[in-house]
């Protein structure tokens, strides 16, 4: 089913939507086809659109690849790009973020929301700025690490780091002491910014538990600031740990700190994401090419404006947020809102009664979002009003047609845009997506669309050739683009290899996709072990690390099988130590040990124990197979296994689970 953009849609909701913007796919195509030709000097003239302290030299340095380097000779500063540009304007005293919190009163509305004009933003990354840089010694090149709630001080940080050329690393809060101390100890961070704790479907989160055991195993951290968000008591350590309130209270209001004049390839942050092998990753993003991608796909992709009320639903502990909820929309000036909690709490309404209460009219969410809201029925979205919506993209993980016809047709009104935004981690920005803010070509439920301007993916098979249309294959990135990542943090080799080995002069994604023969991709899920978990990235060998340091577990596969609300889930195969017993109670404990170990996001949503795991003669677990097996797929080839019997034990565990 293709939809074609119902007329007039922007004469209702969007008068200043020109119409002129509906082209042919055709058409479409051309112009694509002319920005990767000269994609450079494409990405060259999108780049002159943002403020540089000193213009680039050369648009791309290509002499060491993959070491790409984009914009070079330029100088710019993330932090003046998201505020001081916008307080040397009319929007000076325009609201920036509207925050709500995530406890309500008996009548159900927020007993807490922030609005943070840019000035007040300017301010406060000034003053957090100054604190950094004067009273805790930070200076251009150090690291700090980042784990906080959904709060404004989040942003206030990452931008106050940005502005003094410090690095950041933001752990998501939903992450364990181990996953946060090893974070830390990969970034050598010298200071941990907390919170006494943090909201989440009303219960207190216990962030500063958390982090003095993750401390504990730390040594360059040498400071911690503790934000106040709940009011209770935590332990607090003499001369390491200090409460946020009392180191900023005699900081005056209106100091200046003088942006850095970074270099546009210097480091902005680092985000550990989760890969097929290993530890995390530290993908390691630049300034000048990320800030590009961001304020291009802004444009393109969101149509952002003044006058909109913007909501990306994400949290900032995932690269969604970093760059579509603080680089992004603060660059571009925008109105936005930030939510502190989970989107269906204390009703399922919660979120649809943030669009009414606001006004949003671009609202940017996840597949897993909207299938558990259609799984609470329409009737809580029909009590609100939502008229106000006039674009909407989802991210994170495929979209299934029915949740794309869902949200489309309830809070769309058949009639805006609605697309499915493809970008990872490493591509800091969005790079399959329609352009609304562009270009009105037909919308495809369940699609991720044309790739953006001056990007050129491709569908590979095993030997790198393209293959045909509405085959499936590899997805491939054929050119640098700018938003790119440096590198992996210390680990240049690995990158490399990682994303550049595979296929020699293509980036190397990890997903399986489809492309159709009007050229719109099909993104059909990771085609190696990561999983997405309602759209969080979880890497198999993780989490099989964890389960492995249980002392009854012995050997450990986990696989992702589908779920009809997160997307999907992990199923956990386990080998038990001699001496143990499969019972209810330790698999509890060894759920336990997982979430202890990788955090609460790392549910294993079914355990079954096995005498056997399938493996290959060279002892490599086929994952595979097993996962073939437990979703009742073809088993394929399995001329490499060493013992056929496992393939049963699997198959028999599964059916005695029920
Ligand atoms: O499998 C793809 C899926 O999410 C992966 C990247 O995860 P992460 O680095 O956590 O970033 C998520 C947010 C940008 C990809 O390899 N993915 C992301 N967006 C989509 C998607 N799959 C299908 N459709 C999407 N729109």
């Avoid at 974070?183 to 009303?202: F, M, P, Q």
């Avoid at 597949?367 to 029925?377: D, E, H, L, N, V």
């Avoid at 492995?548 to 080998?575: C, L, Q, R, S, T």
Wanted: charge should be neutral; glycine fraction near 8%; hydrophobic fraction near 40%.
């Amino acid at each position: 089913m293709s939809v074609t953009w119902a007329l007039p849609f922007d004469q209702k909701i969007n008068p200043k939507l020109n119409l002129n913007r509906l082209v042919s796919i055709t058409t479409y195509k051309e112009i694509h086809s002319q920005t990767v030709k000269d994609y450079k000097q494409f990405w060259a003239s999108v780049a002159s659109e943002i403020d540089w302290f000193k213009p680039w030299e050369k648009t791309l340095d290509d002499s060491n690849p993959p070491f790409y380097k984009w914009f070079v000779g330029g100088e710019l500063n993330a932090s003046y790009l998201t505020v001081d540009r916008h307080v040397k304007s009319w929007r000076k005293n325009k609201v920036a973020i509207i925050w709500e919190g995530e406890p309500v009163d008996e009548k159900g509305n927020p007993k807490e929301v922030r609005k943070l004009t840019y000035y007040d933003l300017y301010r406060e990354v000034n003053r957090v700025a100054y604190l950094l840089k004067e009273k805790y010694g930070l200076k251009k090149g150090d690291a700090i690490a980042i784990y906080l709630p959904m709060i404004p001080e989040l942003p206030i940080f990452m931008l106050a780091a940005a502005r003094i050329g410090v690095v950041f690393t933001v752990v998501f809060s939903g992450f364990s002491a181990d996953a946060l101390a090893s974070r830390i100890n990969d970034a050598e961070a010298k200071l941990l910014i907390t919170a006494d704790g943090g909201w989440r479907r009303g219960k207190v989160v216990d962030l500063k538990g958390i982090v003095d055991k993750a401390l504990e195993k730390t040594p360059t951290i040498k400071d911690v600031i503790v934000v106040r968000r709940i009011g209770n008591k935590v332990n607090m350590v003499e001369g390491r740990d200090k409460y946020f309130d009392e180191v900023i209270k005699d900081i005056p209001q209106n100091v200046y700190v003088e942006p850095e004049r970074m270099k546009s390839e210097d480091p902005l942050y680092i985000l550990y994401t989760s890969g097929t092998t290993g530890k995390p990753k530290g993908i390691v993003h630049d300034i000048g090419g990320y800030m590009t991608l961001l304020h291009a796909t802004m444009k393109w992709v969101f149509d952002i404006r003044d006058d909109d009320i913007y909501w990306c639903t994400a949290d900032i502990g995932w690269v969604t947020g970093h760059s579509y909820i603080v680089f992004g929309p603060l660059m571009e000036g925008a109105t936005e809102i930030m939510y502190e909690g989970a989107l269906d709490y204390p009703q399922p309404d919660r979120w649809v009664s943030i669009i009414e209460r606001y006004g949003i009219t671009i609202l940017y969410t996840s597949p897993t979002a909207i299938r558990s809201f259609m799984k609470y029925g329409d009737n809580w979205v029909k009590a609100h009003i939502t008229s106000t919506v006039r674009l909407m993209h989802s991210v994170g993980e495929p979209i299934n047609p029915e949740a794309w016809e869902w949200l489309w047709k309830l809070v769309g009104r058949e009639e805006v845009p609605f697309g499915s935004t493809w970008w990872m981690t490493e591509t800091g920005g969005i790079l399959i997506s329609h352009l609304p803010g562009l270009y009105l070509v037909p919308m495809k439920p369940g699609t991720n669309g044309p790739p953006i301007l001056g990007i050129e993916p491709d569908v590979v098979n095993e030997d790198g050739k393209q293959v045909n249309l509405e085959e499936r294959g590899y997805l491939v990135i054929k050119n640098p683009w700018p938003g790119m990542p440096l590198t992996i943090y210390k680990d240049p080799e690995r990158y490399v290899k990682v994303y550049w080995s595979r296929f020699p002069g293509m980036f190397y994604v990890g997903d399986y996709a489809v492309k159709d023969k009007d050229g719109y991709f099909w993104i059909l899920g990771r085609a190696d072990e990561v999983i997405k978990v309602a759209g969080h990235r979880l890497g198999t060998y993780e989490l099989e690390s964890a389960l492995i340091e249980h002392p009854a577990v012995a050997e450990a596969a986990v696989i992702g099988v589908p779920d009809p609300v997160k997307g999907e889930v992990p199923y956990a195969f386990v080998i038990l130590r001699q001496g143990y017993t499969p019972n209810t109670q330790l698999s509890q404990e060894i759920l336990k040990t997982v979430r202890d170990k990788v955090g609460p996001i790392a549910t294993i949503d079914k355990i079954f124990f096995v005498g056997k795991l399938p493996k290959t003669r060279s002892g490599k677990i086929m994952r595979r197979v097993v996962r073939a097996v437990a979703t009742r797929a073809e088993v394929g080839d399995i001329t490499t296994l060493e013992d056929e019997a496992s393939v049963e034990e699997i198959k028999k565990a599964l059916e005695e689970f029920k």
